[in-house]
């Protein structure tokens, strides 16, 4: 092939000849390269000839290279997702998450408190909230708004032991509440990890490394701290917060054993478990208070308070549901290591807030205790979750040894 360029009015770069066809059985063919250049000094027609070897193969089409999967059958592949915003709009959804729990739980708190000092009647107290969610998802479920959950009998078989425990860890904790100051009762619910360590080794033989029990040291003893230097101290509110953590852990091992493969929502779970709980406390409310004693008191705080009373009862019954159902669906989205460093930041911001608004008196000491016990409980919550990766991994390895041993002896 030799490709000449001609002398002409413009310039003009052509084929010379035809090139020849190539057969695919045949070795590479190498060809000369032949440039003429036009020269205005020349009179006549030149030709300047550069010889370079040219190199030609068969050219297939090929599809262009892209980076990134898609289905053979689709003719255009999905636009590429952007990673680093995908991360950032998760971490932001996780924040709003907690941001509003914590907003909502401090709001019920001062409440709840304002409530029980005009109206100390905590089992209806603790009616009311379970009542007013529970009237709530029933709204949402028949509007709509959220979609009902297909639940059958053994379903509420398994959430009913659940269902007491909750009802007993909410009640107690009311209870303490219309006794003791919100913070000390939030201090003492913050030993909740050393019930859950004595009762899973005590009750249902579990292990734990040497690292979780020494993470116990500090929740106990800031606890201890705590109640020893309580200036308003009152027994009846501090028992009241131990049997709301003991019944907390059993509504905790009750729900990881029993709703293992139940296809429920967290807000669907936690308006089952508010409605089934209304009906366990309902009749316990009835006998130990009663209509009488409810009558008597709604009149003396209206004319204590004024209309706005039935503000406050309102208010903490809605939140009471609201900061749970926002608590259960962060838990959705969430690792239970996140949630339980989240829940520990909320018992912080719950107590700092309550000093702050109730202008409760606290002795340095008591504050130390406090301090301590959260920290504590913060220490437990990145150990335990370290004890359980292990725990884990060494269940899997075991399981794949076994696995590998019943294949040889079935072989």
């Known amino acids: 092939m030799v490709l000449a360029a001609k002398q002409t009015l413009s310039t003009k770069i052509g ?11 045949s070795s590479l063919q190498r060809l000369p390269l032949s440039l003429s250049f036009p020269s205005a000094a020349l009179p006549k027609r030149t030709v300047l000839t550069l010889s370079k070897p040219l190199h030609l193969s068969v050219l297939r089409a090929k599809p262009p290279v892209r980076c990134s999967a898609y289905e ?3 003719s255009e592949p999905p636009q590429p997702i952007d990673d680093t915003k995908s991360e950032a709009a998760k971490k932001a959804k996780i924040g709003v998450y907690f941001a509003t729990w914590w907003a909502l739980n401090v709001v019920f708190n001062i409440y709840n408190k304002k409530v029980l000092n005009a109206y100390p009647y905590p089992w209806l107290t603790s009616t009311l909230s379970l009542a007013a969610g529970s009237l709530m998802m029933l709204i949402s479920w028949a509007v709509g708004i959220v979609e009902t959950p297909k ?11 659940v269902a007491v425990a909750h009802t007993i860890g909410h009640v107690a904790a009311t209870v303490s509440m219309s006794k003791v100051a919100v913070s000390f009762t939030h201090i003492i619910k913050s030993g909740e990890p050393a019930f859950s360590v004595l009762v899973s080794r005590f009750l249902l033989g579990e292990t734990f490394p040497t690292s979780v029990y020494l993470s116990l040291i500090p929740i106990i003893g800031g ?4 109640a020893l230097t309580e ?5 009846i509110g501090f028992m009241g917060a131990m049997i709301s953590n003991l019944a907390f852990v059993f509504r905790n091992i009750f729900s990881k054993k029993g709703m293992k493969g139940k296809s429920v929502s967290g807000m669907n779970y936690y308006a089952c478990l508010s409605m089934l709980s209304l009906l366990i406390l309902t009749p316990f409310a009835f006998a130990v208070e009663g209509p009488q004693m409810w009558i008597d008191g709604w009149q003396k ?17 809605v939140f009471y549901h609201l900061y749970n159902q926002v608590s259960y669906m962060s838990l959705d989205q969430i690792s239970p290591l996140t949630f339980s460093v989240g829940n520990t930041m909320k018992r912080i911001s719950v107590i ?27 220490l437990y919550s990145q150990v335990n979750h370290t004890a359980h990766n292990l725990q884990n991994f060494d269940r899997a390895m075991h399981g794949v040894f076994r696995s590998d041993a019943e294949l040889v002896i079935s072989v």
Do not use: E, H, Y
């Not at 010379?16 to 059985?25: E, F, K």
């Not at 639940?151 to 032991?161: A, G, S």
């Open 15 to 25: 084929f010379s000849a035809p090139l020849p066809r190539r057969n695919p059985s």
């Open 72 to 74: 053979a059958d689709k």
């Open 151 to 161: 639940t059958d009998f053994d379903f509420w078989k398994t959430l009913f032991p």
């Open 223 to 226: 606890c201890a701290l705590s």
């Open 231 to 235: 200036l308003n101290f009152n027994m």
């Open 301 to 317: 705080a209206l004319s204590d308070i004024g209309p706005q009373f039935v503000w406050w009862v309102a208010a903490q019954s």
């Open 352 to 378: 700092v807030s309550s000093i702050i608004i109730f202008r409760t008196p606290v002795q340095p000491v008591n504050a130390l205790g406090a301090a301590i016990a959260i920290l504590g409980t913060f």
